[in-house]
């Protein structure tokens, strides 16, 4: 069902309506008790038997702590219901940002990365506040007690399973990082739009990429970089993804960050997406246009119906939810702008990824605070979905 549509002209390159549609909400995991309630950054692919499995950093105990393992869900009825956790990375470190997607025979690529205890050092100040005494307490003892192998250290990492998530290869260390992790090209190569993720490049240095790996992830080699609008700099391009299209073009979004630097453009506002094509197999790329969405990062699916969907979250105030972008000709343009879930108090949300179901229908997983019946959100982030259609045109 739709629920209000209303004329929205962004601020962008596009002109989008904005559409509310009326989906199925439901929980693939919650917790209401312990100290390790979080859930964050996850997502969604379907296997080529229609097995659903959602990857999630969990076991949480807040946004940035050092407690994140990966933790896997699968469902085997369309989203009925999921299973427990099954848990393949839990490093010393904080292990996060699941990224999967499918490949042939029932297989997966899985990335993620995992981060030392610096950023708890540089937000010491803000997480007091956030923090209660005996949850401190807690990470100052792990802290204490974690032993860091030199086979532990910082990195972005994939890995493989032959049989749908249930076993899995080695980690192979990868040179780029995004949150969704690398896709399949049509030569059955893999495409990994990302971050440069190298310890050796200073981070404000740090580039979009485009690399290509023909031997499973043990190797890459660079295919090209998109470039920087004016008064962009690399800080502010974080967090990218990319899909090839049947056609062959490659569409891909980046995650516009603002660091709030005085000789940044004020147009594109803190938060939004940018997207770009390349047509030469990922050899050159359009420069990047604003999309005018109000959030970011963007997760990417093409629909049997050819339409190319665009998922991510919104966190500006006072229109928190989570939203999927349409584009009908391969990211030439954006048409629709829909709300698929905005009962959310806040904008720690979104990371959301989307699936086809048998039906054509469509299921949606993000990461958000759970909100009851009466509208009571829990204090932690939940594991969610939304089964939704998409309208017609």
Known sequence: MLGAVSPHTTKGCFSM????????????????SGPFRYHGWPTLAKLTDGTLVVGVSGHRMWHVCPFGKTQLFFSRDEGKTWSAPVVPNDTWLDDRDVGLFPLPDNGLVMSWF???????????????????????????????????????????????????????G?????????????TLMNDGSLLHFAREYDEAIPFEERCVIAMRSTDEGKTWQELGRPGFPTGIKPTNFVEPYALQLP????????????????DEPKQYGTFTLFCTVSD????????????????APGHLMLHSSGALLCSYGCRTKGSYSERVMVSYDEGESWELDICINDNTPDGDLGYASTVELSDGSLLTA?????????????????????KWRLPER
């Open 170 to 182: 080695e980690a192979l260390p990868t040179p780029v990082c995004n949150p969704h992790g690398p």
């Open 17 to 32: 309506n904005t559409i509310k549609v009326n989906g199925e909400h439901g929980v693939i995991n919650r917790h209401t």
């Open 114 to 168: 995992n981060a030392d205890y610096t950023l708890l050092d540089v937000r010491a100040d803000k997480l007091k506040d956030l923090y209660s005494p005996a949850e401190l307490d807690l990470v100052n003892a792990y802290r204490a007690a974690a032993v860091q192998t030199e086979a532990e250290q910082p990195g972005a990492f994939l890995r493989f399973s032959r049989d749908g998530g249930m076993t899995w």
């Open 247 to 262: 056609s062959g073009r490659i569409v891909g979004v980046i995650r516009y960050q603002s660091r709030l630097a005085p």
């Open 280 to 295: 030469d197999g990922g050899r050159t790329w359009s420069e990047p246009k604003w999309t005018g969405s109000m959030g």
């Open 366 to 386: 993000y990461y958000q605070k759970y909100v009851d019946e009466n509208g009571v959100a829990d204090d932690k982030t939940s594991l969610l979905y939304t």
